[in-house]
């Protein structure tokens, strides 16, 4: 029982700082809490109990109690204070996560996953939901038999979009060169609204304690109102397994997707991604990782390639009002044209760099807010004869999401994002504006 204290001793302060706790309504709630937050459970149990007979009821001083007791040792009694403050405050993520670790810890595992998944349902910060997964998983392999489980959602929504096609908004902002027109009047940026649906599938499965493998399948299709050229779909699928030691969590993942724009197939893709994350203190998470992909383009054959990336990135949950938690990566990839021919490398033939920026605020148990911006370089390595120069490109994007959990397994998100495309070479440039409406559904 010590061993699993000190086991879950890490996770349960990263998922603390995260989500949070309810404000002390007392300055005994106040002083109990230091005491615990700052490992002097002997002074927070001897105040509490001082206070006991007259302050039990009151949701803060049940919470800070019930933390007090769960660190010391005693998950009985803190699953006794926990459910009292959840009878007050039903919407308190904290107290309903200090409660799971109660029930972790009693062995009670039934009732332990079922209050950490109703935490998840609710859209935590990506740091929490890495942390409850790491419970979930060691939950799944403790239970004295090896549990198979799998999930399932559908999201459905629409939009608008003002450049479906990704492409050149005016022709007298193309390059022209003798011998070439400039680009067709008929390929420039067209707008229109949209409806799309997605549906997916994940099932995992317990080898051996720390080792679990799974598998994954994805289905969506966007319908353009007008532009049914653009009309696209694609369909994935993967198969992972993981590792997971102490502070580190390794991923080996296979992945595979067929994609199609207008009804025609337009790529077919084949990868592998392995990944590996450290729990670096309670508040702060990183990871590395490494993919292969192999692109291949049914329809024209000289832009098939293969592609190689390789990066880092990290987390930080800060305490707060709004529980900020920002996360970035970095990146460098390469890619090379399959086909031994000068059109093929000119097309294809590029290093890349690039990165990521985001920060996640909680603004109620039942809504978050997201900010994400995009950035990559592609330096082409072949000069285009066409155009007479070497083509780089310049993308950055910019991301605005909510998320609301109006019940339990329902949720709607609104998100805005504007690309573009800066180019040496003219008729790569482009830029656009998206917004759309998702509900989405969990089985």
Do not use: C
Not at 356 to 382: C, E, F
Not at 431 to 437: A, C, E, W, Y
């Amino acid at each position: 029982m010590i061993n699993r204290f000190r086991e879950v001793t890490v996770l349960a302060a990263a998922i603390g700082l995260a989500l949070g706790g309810p404000a002390a309504a007392s300055e005994v709630s106040d002083r109990i809490l230091d005491f615990t937050r700052n490992g002097e459970i002997r002074q927070a149990l001897e105040l509490a109990r001082g206070h006991i007979s007259e302050m039990e009821g009151d949701p803060d001083f049940d919470f800070a109690y019930g933390l007090a007791v769960l660190e010391s040792g005693n998950p009985g009694a803190a699953v006794f204070a926990m459910e009292r403050v959840l009878q007050h405050q039903p919407d308190n993520p904290r107290a309903r996560l200090e409660l799971a670790r109660g029930y972790y810890l009693l062995e009670q595992y039934q009732p332990a996953r079922r209050e950490f998944e109703r935490v998840l349902a609710a859209d935590p910060p990506e740091q929490v939901r890495d942390n409850i997964q790491r419970y979930l998983d060691r939950i799944r392999l403790r239970e004295g038999r090896y549990r198979t489980t799998s999930s399932a959602y559908i999201e459905f929504g629409g939009g608008f979009d003002d450049n479906v096609n990704s492409a050149p908004d005016d022709v007298r902002s193309v390059t022209l060169i003798p011998g070439f027109a400039g680009i067709d009047p008929n390929s420039l940026s067209v707008d229109d609204g949209f409806f799309d649906i997605t549906a997916g599938a994940n099932i995992t499965h317990p080898l051996k304690p720390g080792l679990m493998a799974s598998a994954g399948a994805s289905a969506h299709h966007q319908a353009n109102w007008d532009e049914d050229d653009f009309d696209r779909s694609s369909l994935d699928g993967n198969l992972g397994i993981a590792l997971l030691q102490g502070k580190n969590h390794f991923n080996l993942k296979l992945q595979g997707q067929k994609y199609w724009v207008g009804g025609d197939e337009y790529r077919d893709l084949v990868g592998v991604t392995g990944e590996w994350r450290y729990a670096y203190n309670a508040a702060t998470m990183a990871n590395a990782f490494v993919q292969g992909v192999e692109l291949d383009f049914p329809a024209n054959p000289y832009r098939d390639s293969r592609q190689w990336l390789a990066g880092i990135g990290g987390l930080h949950a800060y305490s707060g009002k709004v529980r900020p938690v920002v996360f970035g990566a970095l990146y460098l990839g390469k890619e090379f044209a399959e086909r031994d021919a000068a059109d093929a490398e000119i097309l294809v033939d590029r290093e890349m760099v690039g990165g990521r920026l985001g920060v996640q605020v909680t603004l109620r148990p039942d809504l978050s807010a997201d900010l994400v911006a995009h950035y990559r370089i592609s330096d082409y390595l072949k000069q285009d004869p066409l155009f007479r120069t070497e083509r780089e490109d310049k993308y950055a994007k910019l991301e605005l999401g909510a998320t609301w959990l109006f019940r339990e397994d329902w949720s709607l998100r609104a998100e805005v994002s504007h690309v573009r495309n800066d180019s040496t070479i003219d008729i790569h440039e482009y830029d656009g504006t998206r917004f759309g409406l998702t509900f989405r559904h969990e089985f």
